[in-house]
């Protein structure tokens, strides 16, 4: 696993910063189903969100490998790259993280019902007073569902989670120290 991470890390290096998304997700594709050689259609996809204003600049990437093994159940994997940087006067503050998600989904003719399960592998911040910190990681189990909406292009989802921040070694906590947050998140969307 770990010598097929680096190398779609590899191919992302290899396409120039002028290449589209699309070109990429292509490549990305033909590799990955070079290594599976499935007779099952590998789907690629590479979303870009970025926010910028004065003094904050952040963008999010998205690598997403989707595989339907069946009629009934797929599973995604979802590699996430963000940063983000803030200025104000002479503070400036950069921020990164990497996290890979996983999620099987079992699917009906209307809904759909995953299990997923994302590890945050990097989380760091610098500043020019400082040194870089290694702020905690974490690991977030999650139950989703996914329906249509009111009309055809809408869709509904709602998803439970519950993500554990491990916060030994950080800020003088005692080891075996961990946080939780529960969250219940619900999203309808329209295409345009």
């Known amino acids: 696993m770990g010598q097929r991470y ?3 890390f590899g191919l992302l290096m290899m396409v120039s910063p002028l290449t589209n ?5 292509d490549r990305a594709t033909a590799w990955m189903s070079d290594i599976f050689n499935s007779q099952h259609v590998l789907e690629v996809d590479l979303t870009k969100q970025k926010i910028r204003f004065n003094g904050c600049k952040q963008k999010a990437y998205q690598l997403a490998f989707s595989q339907q093994l069946t009629k009934q159940f797929s599973v995604e994997a979802n590699l996430h ?4 940087e803030l200025r104000f006067g002479v503070l400036r503050q950069k921020v990164s993280s990497k996290a890979v ?5 079992w699917h009906t003719d209307t809904l759909r019902l ?9 989380h760091k911040m610098s500043s020019p007073m400082t040194e870089s910190l290694s702020l905690p990681t974490s ?3 999650g139950v989703h569902l996914e329906m249509p909406g009111m009309r055809a292009s809408h869709n509904l989802a709602l998803s439970l989670q519950r993500e ?3 916060v030994a070694d950080f800020a003088g906590a005692a080891n075996g120290t961990s946080l939780r947050d529960n969250q219940l998140n619900l999203q309808y969307a329209i295409a345009f």
């Open 139 to 141: 690991q977030a189990l």
């Open 6 to 8: 680096c190398g779609i």
């Open 101 to 105: 998600e996983v999620i099987s989904w």
């Open 21 to 25: 998304a699309d070109e990429l997700a």
């Open 114 to 122: 995953g299990l997923g399960h994302k590890v945050i592998t990097s």
């Open 164 to 166: 554990v921040w491990e």
């Open 81 to 84: 790259y963000d940063k983000g």
